[in-house]
């Protein structure tokens, strides 16, 4: 893909085409997996040297079905469109294995290439490309050379918006700027009315940033739930609240 806008033009496509058959739809920058090649240089690299990448899966459990036919015909149409500049469909369950690892072992990578200020983020669709735009463009004024390893479910509206240390940089000394990081992230993901917590939650690391962006009320409504389902405080004691 050129941009996250046209990855999002081709989710749009493909779901009036695909239905309820479309069950993965991965967006990845060319970053994200230079560096997951980096660390696992046996995976495969079927369409090297593109700024964006998306990782579509499509199932049906017809023993003969138009699947195929149907993905290639939206995949052909999505190039003619624009909306992709070019395509590789898996010949078989080990090829597709070998295209899920690529996507699966960014974390993996991420975890040898040294710390990073990690976001777990879910935003509408449409608002992800200009939050994308807004947020490099912020992050860069603030800590200049910053890398991106974004990647995350697209058709949920889900990011994992990570950011590592510049070129040269070490990486602990480039953890001192996680605060200012999450404060532009966070910020941008509220204005675009998204949530700063997605598939992993608050936890620990983001309390105080839920009393940051949730107002006293909500606080309380949430501490009286908790206090009614668990008076005791034995359920997952110091998480969250």
């Known amino acids: 893909m050129s941009d996250p806008g046209a990855a999002v033009r081709l989710l749009r ?15 990845m920058s060319g970053f994200s997996l230079e560096l997951s090649r980096k660390h696992h240089p046996a995976l495969p690299d079927p369409l090297p040297g593109n700024p964006w990448y998306v990782l579509i899966q499509a199932d049906d459990s017809a023993t003969e079905s138009p699947l195929g036919e149907l993905l290639q015909d939206a995949l052909a149409r999505a190039i003619e469109t624009g909306a992709a500049s070019d395509a590789t469909i898996a010949q078989s369950g080990e090829q597709a294995k070998d295209l899920w690892a690529l996507r699966e072992n960014i974390a ?3 975890r040898r290439e040294g710390p990073n200020i990690k976001h777990d983020i879910s935003l509408p669709v449409s608002m ?11 992050l860069v004024a603030a800590i200049p050379g910053v890398n991106f390893v974004t990647f995350g479910h697209l058709g949920d509206g889900n990011l994992h918006y990570n950011l590592a240390a510049p070129d040269g940089v070490d990486a602990e000394k480039f953890m001192a700027n996680a605060r200012l990081a999450n404060r532009i992230v966070h910020d941008l993901v509220t204005a675009h009315g998204g949530s700063i917590s997605a ?7 983001k309390r105080e940033e839920l009393v940051h962006y949730k107002s006293a009320v909500e606080i309380d409504l949430m501490r009286a739930i908790k206090a009614s389902l668990d008076p005791a405080g034995t359920m997952n004691p110091g998480k969250v609240l």
């Open 108 to 110: 993996e990578a991420q």
């Open 13 to 27: 496509e493909l779901k009036p085409a695909l239905g309820d058959r479309l069950v993965g739809f991965e967006l």
């Open 199 to 205: 598939e992993h939650g608050i936890g620990q690391l």
């Open 128 to 138: 992800i490309p200009l939050f994308l735009d807004e947020a490099a463009a912020a």
